[in-house]
């Protein structure tokens, strides 16, 4: 082999992994815009409205035959897309470690998950049921792509670029959906002069997130690549025994274990705000739509340098003491957003920016931080289990929300309990010793963590 050949073979390679990385960057990009517009901003208001145009007189509505107020359906449907997801992603994940074909896999969840919000477009009248069957499809398919998506991470990026790598993706996904949501807003405020009623460009803005979200799919899809392994049998057939294998596995890291548990309280916080955020300010709050547009686009643009700032903050002083700072900044915000006075829209953008600033380093440094305690060749088995704490299994937020509601008739009450979720996530994130971690996942730890 030549020298010249010795030279360039890093530098190829380099450039292929650099290449990769930008292909990744625009799943996020790709399917925040449905977390965005759909999740956070349109579906709530809507979906609520219209199981409201469906209730009874005294305000409920009985899907299958069980009593629910109009005004919690949107919560439980939520966490009934997450006990789908609980069912789905260990199976997506162990067929991806035994095959090594996640590319596959990641388009079937990526285009059903699109499909389904596409499908929202009919969402009118009374039907509820079919927005609440189209919203658990959707949420479940966007979890379990999460799931493959972020088994990526540990194969693209070496230890020293992950928390960087880690937060350009969740830049890319909060500016699309800052993009997206300048053109919902132009709708949605001038469909008069578009020729379209208010809950027409609703059904616009809501189908339009799953054709944005299919098709830039494509870009990931043509430049990540597959590491194959040996198939031994039917990953089906072994999904749930593979969990339960990691599960045992994970008993003998301990730490990691910990962090999850960490992970999954302060982050079901952090879920049920960007599900139920536009709910209680157009509910509790009474603020318009066009308002609630404007602060959910001042949340992604702040994220994008929050995002950004705190990737930077975690080179100088890891990422676990800048996570950790960024859960006294939620707790703060949020016990704050409890006594917001209702029809102020100030006061709502302020607390808006408080959660930009925070919302996009926190998730991305997580799950950089997570990357490196996971043993090599584990990775969508491990992401399944972490996938599991991130959407999998932030169902008790938005159950307590919508339980909430039912029992006193006022979302601002359920503020309140998320401010636990991140004093708790604080103080089980403080006792995990995160360098020992590594060293017990096998992996070499970075200068700073």
Known sequence: MSTDTVRTEPADEAAERRREQRGWYFYDWACSVYSTSVLTVFLGPYLTSVAEHAADAEGFVHPLGVPVRAGSFFAYAVSASVVLSILVMPVAGAAADRTGRKKPLLAAAAYLGAAATTGMFFLEGDRYLLGGALLVVANASVAVSMVLYNSYLPQIAPPEERDAVSSRGWAFGYAAGSLVLVANLVLFTGHDSFGVSESTAVRICLASAGIWWGAFTLVPLTRLRDRRTRASGGPSVHGWRQLAATVRDMRGKPLTLAFLLAYLVYNDGIQTV?????????????????????????????????????????????????????????????????????????????????????????????????????????EAEYFSAYEMSDRGMSWLGPLLFGLTYQLTGSYRDAIVSLVAFFVIGFVLLARVSVGQAVRDAGNPVPDRI
């Open 274 to 378: 960007i599900s139920q955020a536009s709910v209680y300010g157009s509910e509790e709050l009474g603020l318009s739509q066009s308002t609630l547009i404007v602060a959910v686009l001042l949340v992604q643009v702040l994220a994008v340098g929050g995002a950004l700032g705190m990737g930077r903050l975690a080179r100088v002083y890891g990422a676990k003491r800048t996570i950790l700072g960024s859960l006294v900044a939620w707790t703060v915000t949020l016990g704050a957003g409890y006594f917001l006075p209702a029809g102020r829209p100030v006061w709502f953008f302020v607390l808006a920016a408080g959660i930009g600033l925070v919302l996009g380093g926190s998730q991305a440094l997580s799950r950089s931080l997570f990357s490196h305690l996971v043993p090599r060749g584990k």
